[in-house]
């Protein structure tokens, strides 16, 4: 998979953001998930050590919140990110383009798993019909009802795929454009609700036909 954040990118967008507000570690890892559309998600061992050192290099301060750590920012570390503004727009656009490609690898993936998942249907509809011994029961009918099932398994497989693309998909892009500071009006999450149900009951009439 490729890497989501170049050499000490991560760094850098860790302050920028504590500099929205604080947050302790888990809220950072959700938050790079989220920006992220879910394609990457940091464990505590990348985390934890960069804020150790962002707090060596006097950047952020940490205060114990109960059981949980607070990181803040400190004025230190605003002034780096404001001599770095131009690099943190770079690496705003990189989030994308990472983010992009990932979902590309992905969609790779599935559609090699595809191809061997319709290569191995295929190989058990053969070995089914070549062990099962003709006789009374067994009827041209029989054969094609076996055919059926493994196209039924397919195609259902298939849309189990094609729908979880399309969420990935919407997420990414949703939580892309509140990520950058866009709106997401009541208007626009109604007309996307609405949209999906006229999706639905389409399909079900296409089922019911």
């Keep these: ?27 950072l890892i959700q938050a790079l998930t989220d920006r992220s559309g879910g394609t990457y998600s940091p464990s505590a061992g990348t985390i934890y050590p960069r804020l150790a050192k962002l707090e060596e290099e006097g950047l952020v301060t940490k205060t114990s919140d109960g059981r949980k750590t607070v990181y803040e920012i400190t004025e230190a570390g605003r002034a780096e990110l404001a001599a770095r503004a131009g690099e943190l727009d770079g690496i705003e656009d990189q989030l994308t383009d990472s983010v992009r490609r990932i979902a590309d690898e992905v969609r790779s993936g599935v559609t090699a798993a595809m191809k061997s998942l319709r290569a191995d249907l295929a190989s058990a509809a053969r070995e089914a019909k070549q062990s099962a011994k003709p006789g009374p029961s067994w009827t041209s009918t029989t054969e094609e009802q076996a055919d059926q099932q493994v196209q039924g398994r397919l195609a259902l ?17 949703l939580r892309e454009h509140v990520a950058r500071g866009g709106a997401l009006d009541d208007d626009t999450v109604s007309a996307l609700r609405a949209d999906l149900v006229a999706v639905r009951d389409r399909l079900r009439e296409r089922l019911q036909g």
């Design 1 to 27: 998979m490729s890497p989501v954040f170049a050499h000490g990118s991560l760094r850098l967008y860790l302050l920028s953001l504590l500099d929205e507000s604080p947050k302790h570690g888990y809220e």
């Design 157 to 173: 497989h298939e849309t189990d795929v094609s729908i979880n693309e399309f969420r990935q998909a919407v997420r990414a892009e």
